[in-house]
């Protein structure tokens, strides 16, 4: 089993930035691609970003690329969602995931295990 802890999440003004980490812990580090989704208010999961094993491939929605960057710290277990130029309809709550399998397609939002979600609320 794979624990996920996110933190980060918060209130802020559009335009303005946050950055989420997600905590894991149960299986290597090294052995988890890492990914991110959103869930907003009566919509379904939408894929936010990916980064494989050794971050030397990252993969993003076209509504998040140039905006967000993701990341990965293996020496501290953790992965980093960073969110610059936020607007009000990145309001959600954002999900970590990991995928252990070594699976080639990480562009999706059913990976083996997720974090229990943080919320991230952006006005205008």
């Known amino acids: 089993q794979v624990q996920l802890v996110e933190s980060g999440g918060g209130s802020v003004q559009a335009g303005g930035s946050l950055r989420l980490s997600c905590a894991a812990s149960?299986?290597?580090?090294?052995?988890?691609?890492m990914g991110w989704f959103r869930q907003a208010p009566g919509k379904g999961r939408e894929f936010v970003a990916a980064?494989?094993?050794?971050?030397?491939?990252?993969y993003y929605a076209d509504s998040v690329k140039g905006r967000f960057t993701i990341s990965r710290e293996n020496a501290k277990n953790t992965v980093y969602l960073q969110m610059n130029s936020l607007k009000p309809e990145d309001t959600a709550v954002y999900y970590c995931?990991?995928?252990?399998?070594?699976?080639?397609?990480?562009?999706?939002?059913?990976?083996?295990?997720r974090g229990q979600g943080t919320q991230v609320t952006v006005s205008s």
């Open positions: 980064i494989n094993w050794s971050g030397g491939s990252t």
């Open positions: 995931q990991a995928d252990e399998y070594g699976s080639s397609q990480l562009v999706r939002t059913n990976y083996d295990y």
């Open positions: 149960g299986r290597p580090f090294t052995r988890l691609a």
